[in-house]
């Protein structure tokens, strides 16, 4: 009987072991990561090259809305900072010490 109930246990082992899929390791995903990601630096760089004929305007307008994308961006991510700041809150007339009287200053 123990050998029976060995033997079963071993097929259950064996048949989990097939049912899920092997998990891909950290360093592949690091490496995979890392080659997607200069394939599209390397490919956004050279982009300019093959838009080398378009109008002064037409780049300048692009050059423009570049440069904002930019801005907005680091002004997102500076947001979750200055929300939390006492003396920007104050500066924004936010008389309380965190007692919910500040609404007024910072509505999101």
């Known amino acids: 009987k123990w050998k029976t109930n060995r033997k079963k246990l071993s097929i259950i082992r064996t ?7 092997p998990a891909p390791s950290v360093a592949a995903f690091k490496i995979w990561s890392a080659t997607i990601l200069w394939i599209l630096a390397f490919t956004g760089g050279m982009l300019p090259l093959y838009f080398r004929d378009i109008s002064p305007s037409l780049r300048s307008a692009l050059t423009m809305g570049g440069g904002g994308i930019f801005l907005a961006a680091s002004v997102v991510h500076m947001l979750p900072s200055a929300a939390g700041n006492q003396d920007l809150l104050d500066l924004g007339g936010c008389d309380d010490d965190g007692g919910g009287g500040c609404e007024h200053a910072m509505p999101w």
């Open 15 to 21: 048949i989990r072991t097939m049912a899920e899929p």
